[in-house]
């Protein structure tokens, strides 16, 4: 019944912005922690950034930092994540995930959205 579905992909020239969203359903997505994890072409999952249930607190990884904001609509069940200056290396399909920084991995994932970052 856990449902995540991603949205918000697409083609986009180095230092530009893509906002993803994440549409929740059949779980209480208010009471849970939420993360975003992506893959880049030929290489292993890599933590993203994630939130907490109330929204209160974010955290990133030091690739990200800076240019990146996670935030969450408890209201319409909706996580997004908001990519500003975006780099070559950003290129990866982006998942969202239940679960915090450590228990994102045995959590829910949605079917993913393409970004890619292309001169």
């Known amino acids: 019944q856990v449902q995540l579905v991603e949205s918000g992909g697409g083609m986009v020239q180095p230092g530009g912005s893509l906002r993803l969203s994440c549409a929740a359903s059949g779980f209480t997505f208010s009471t849970t922690d939420m993360s975003w994890v992506r893959q880049g072409p030929g290489k292993g999952p890599e933590w993203v950034s994630s939130i907490n249930a109330g929204g209160g607190a974010t955290v990133y990884a030091d690739s990200v930092k800076g240019r990146f904001t996670i935030s969450r609509d408890n209201a319409k069940n909706t996580l997004y994540l908001q990519m500003n200056s975006l780099k070559l290396e950003d290129t990866a399909l982006y998942y969202c995930?239940?679960?915090?920084?450590?228990?994102?991995?045995?959590?829910?994932w949605g079917q993913g959205t393409q970004v890619t970052v292309s001169s």
């Open positions: 995930a239940t679960g915090g920084p450590t228990d994102y991995p045995e959590g829910s």
